[in-house]
């Protein structure tokens, strides 16, 4: 009996079909090439505009691929549920590690600009490209961890995949002074997103209107 | 085992809650019993099962007072939304024990 009627195994099963629509992949990895264009602002700073123009454009359409895909797309084909009190302090106490995450990305943002503008408070015992190096370190790893952490709290395994080649492609992008590692990275995660999309499609067909309200 | 225990531990196969016990009908009250609600849509893609045998399912399964099927708007679109009453859980809870006693009581 406890082997064909695992509660947990059915709960997880359940909740981790929202993740096989590939959605979450195809909007991080268009996240993850649209900030790249951050990256291939010339050291001269020309249209600098332009290239962050397009990346706030890109960003803005990822996520717009991905709110209006689970509503219009996912939402229809695998139907709506609200899960149990245990589901719902798990998102609390993720949302919570994740805002850790903002304040100490952000915290790290403020200070670079502190830096760039004034300079460091002391003269720095490290060399140019120690100092790249320490700070492709700390990108990649508040990046790629960021992911590998909101994975964990959504049972989103894939996420492990993306949290790594997110992490890397940033740390090898700003370590190499090279936009290429980066927007591997983006490739890597959206096109395996788009063929579980296109899988997910096939799969799961429109159930007809009347279905969805138990009237056949 | 003697003969009178073992006729005691069929008869209370008798007993065994029948809404609950058919298979099909087992699936969907544990699928809700691990949820808050769902859906038609949902239910249907877990379990596998068609349209209408789940309908007919749910249908024994709200007649008898085990899961609640609310009729409502989300926007403009119509939804339904299935959850497993009190009863129901409180009926599946007993299932659950009974079935679990009734098997550690079999000999091997």
Redesign the interface.
């Given at each position: 009996?406890?082997q064909n009627?695992d509660?947990?195994a059915?709960?997880q099963?359940?909740f981790r079909?929202f993740h096989q629509d590939g959605l979450l992949d195809i909007y991080i990895g268009a996240l993850t090439l649209a900030i790249s264009l951050f990256f291939a602002i010339p050291e001269s700073g020309e249209r600098e505009g332009v290239y962050m123009g397009f990346a706030l454009l890109g960003v803005a359409i990822a996520f717009a691929i991905f709110q209006l895909g689970k509503k219009f797309i996912t939402t229809?084909?695998?139907?709506?549920?609200?899960?149990?009190?245990e589901r719902q302090r798990r998102k609390v106490t993720m949302m919570w590690v994740m805002g850790g995450f903002v304040l100490v990305t952000f915290g790290v943002f403020l200070y670079s600009i502190y830096v760039w503008k004034v300079g460091l408070p002391v003269p720095s015992p490290l060399s140019a490209s120690l100092e790249r190096s320490l700070v492709a370190l700390i990108a990649g790893l508040i990046s790629g961890a960021s992911v590998i952490v909101k994975s964990y709290f959504m049972e989103f395994v894939r996420g492990y995949y993306i949290g790594f080649a997110l992490g890397f492609g940033l740390f090898f992008t700003i370590l190499l002074n090279s936009v290429i590692p980066v927007i591997a990275a983006g490739a890597l995660i959206l096109l395996p997103g788009l063929v579980i999309f296109v899988n997910f499609l096939r799969q799961?067909p429109l159930?007809?209107q009347e279905?969805?309200?138990?009237?056949? | 085992m003697a003969a009178s225990e073992m006729s005691d531990s069929l008869a209370a196969l008798t007993d065994i809650d029948r809404l609950i016990h058919e298979p099909a009908r087992?699936q969907i009250v544990?699928?809700l019993?691990?949820?808050?609600?769902?859906?038609?849509?949902?239910?249907?893609?877990?379990t596998g099962f068609t349209?209408?045998n789940?309908?007919a399912h749910?249908t024994k399964l709200e007649d008898g007072g085990y899961v609640k099927?609310e009729?409502g708007y989300?926007g403009k679109r119509?939804?339904?939304?299935l959850s497993l009453t009190a009863k129901g859980r409180k009926a599946f809870n007993a299932y659950?024990q009974s079935?679990?006693q009734m098997?550690d009581d079999l000999p091997e």
């Amino acid at each position: 009996m406890s082997q064909n009627l695992d509660l947990k195994a059915i709960e997880q099963k359940a909740f981790r079909s929202f993740h096989q629509d590939g959605l979450l992949d195809i909007y991080i990895g268009a996240l993850t090439l649209a900030i790249s264009l951050f990256f291939a602002i010339p050291e001269s700073g020309e249209r600098e505009g332009v290239y962050m123009g397009f990346a706030l454009l890109g960003v803005a359409i990822a996520f717009a691929i991905f709110q209006l895909g689970k509503k219009f797309i996912t939402t229809p084909r695998l139907g709506q549920v609200r899960f149990g009190p245990e589901r719902q302090r798990r998102k609390v106490t993720m949302m919570w590690v994740m805002g850790g995450f903002v304040l100490v990305t952000f915290g790290v943002f403020l200070y670079s600009i502190y830096v760039w503008k004034v300079g460091l408070p002391v003269p720095s015992p490290l060399s140019a490209s120690l100092e790249r190096s320490l700070v492709a370190l700390i990108a990649g790893l508040i990046s790629g961890a960021s992911v590998i952490v909101k994975s964990y709290f959504m049972e989103f395994v894939r996420g492990y995949y993306i949290g790594f080649a997110l992490g890397f492609g940033l740390f090898f992008t700003i370590l190499l002074n090279s936009v290429i590692p980066v927007i591997a990275a983006g490739a890597l995660i959206l096109l395996p997103g788009l063929v579980i999309f296109v899988n997910f499609l096939r799969q799961h067909p429109l159930p007809p209107q009347e279905a969805r309200h138990g009237s056949l | 085992m003697a003969a009178s225990e073992m006729s005691d531990s069929l008869a209370a196969l008798t007993d065994i809650d029948r809404l609950i016990h058919e298979p099909a009908r087992l699936q969907i009250v544990a699928l809700l019993y691990v949820l808050e609600s769902a859906d038609f849509v949902f239910i249907s893609q877990q379990t596998g099962f068609t349209w209408g045998n789940l309908s007919a399912h749910i249908t024994k399964l709200e007649d008898g007072g085990y899961v609640k099927v609310e009729k409502g708007y989300k926007g403009k679109r119509p939804q339904t939304m299935l959850s497993l009453t009190a009863k129901g859980r409180k009926a599946f809870n007993a299932y659950r024990q009974s079935m679990k006693q009734m098997l550690d009581d079999l000999p091997e």
